[in-house]
Nanobody
């Protein structure tokens, strides 16, 4: 499985961005997918995750109400809509897929395939 994340950029505080994560292969649509982020000097942290159908989604407290995860399985794509961005949202954002099946949404080690990351910078 290969994942390609895109959509990052520079935005002012209060602005919005939509990240995309395109996965390879027909099986991608059956995998849970999560978004994580890592700011300079900090550990990678959980942002949001979705099961294969988006019927179960999980959000970190820091983004709840501002970010939304969705997926278009016909396009093998998972989206992260980010609204009301804050400077503290600045980080490299990674998407990841869990192909094994013992899914714990917020645990990075549960995900076995990762995209390359896309930089999000929010200016104050």
């Amino acid at each position: 499985v290969q994942l390609q994340a895109s959509g990052g950029g520079l935005v002012q505080a209060g602005g919005s961005l939509t990240l995309s994560c395109v996965g390879s292969g027909r099986m991608f649509r059956s995998y849970p997918v999560g978004w994580f982020r890592q700011a300079p000097g900090k550990e990678r942290e959980f942002v949001v995750a979705s099961n294969w159908s988006s019927s179960k989604t999980y959000y970190s407290d820091s983004v709840k109400g501002r970010f939304t995860i969705s997926r278009d399985n016909d396009k093998n794509t998972v989206y992260l809509q980010m609204n009301s961005l804050k400077p503290e949202d600045t980080a490299v954002y990674y998407c990841a897929a869990d192909t094994v099946g013992f899914w714990r949404p917020a645990t990075a080690s549960e995900y076995d395939y990762w995209g390359q990351g896309t930089q999000v910078t929010v200016s104050s």
